[in-house]
């Protein structure tokens, strides 16, 4: 069986290293199979990828990078993540929605909280440790936004199908 496929934003090269740094730091090594990324869609079905390459590929050259910033620092039970605000990048993400119809789950139908986790799956008081640590020195900030990938998701490690790059 061929596995569910993830779209992801990615993140400009120097933010890519900066938050795969605090992913290596933070998030437990067993569990930290792929890049900071910014999560769009969880599971579309394989059966059209190549509509949905066709489609991103698409939509990245009739826009260039979404504006995005960093802000706030997100606490979850078990996880620290990076709230992104970017009504651009919202509105791609809803353009494609609309495309997929009848192809979404429940949620990925929702409209999603754009994210960069920075750790997951800890034990609770771990995860509010490094929420404190992080809300104490973090200042809203733009945030770059280069492109967009498709991936299997295979339970672990991601396979990466492709990558489209914004034009500019």
């Not at 993400?93 to 997929?100: G, S, T, V």
Request: charged share 20%; net charge positive.
């Amino acid at each position: 069986m061929t596995a569910p496929i993830i779209i992801t934003a990615d993140l400009g090269k120097s933010d890519q290293a900066w938050a795969n740094g605090l992913r290596r730091a933070h998030f437990p090594p067993e569990r930290n199979f792929v890049d900071a990324h910014i999560t769009l869609f969880h599971h579309l079905p394989p059966s059209h990828l190549p509509e949905i390459k066709s489609r991103l590929a698409g939509l990245v050259k009739d826009y260039p990078a979404p504006v995005a910033y960093l802000s706030d620092v997100m606490l979850f039970d078990k996880a620290v993540a990076f709230s992104v605000d970017s009504s651009e990048l919202l509105a791609m993400r809803d353009q494609l929605a609309k495309a997929f119809y009848g192809l979404l789950t429940p949620q990925d139908q929702a409209t999603p909280k754009l994210h960069i986790t920075i750790q997951n799956k800890v034990e609770p008081p771990v995860a509010k440790a490094l929420h404190a640590h992080l809300y104490a020195a973090f200042r809203p900030r733009p945030l770059a936004i280069s492109g967009l990938s498709a991936h299997y998701y295979r339970g672990g490690p991601w396979e990466h199908i492709a990558r489209w790059s914004f034009r500019g």
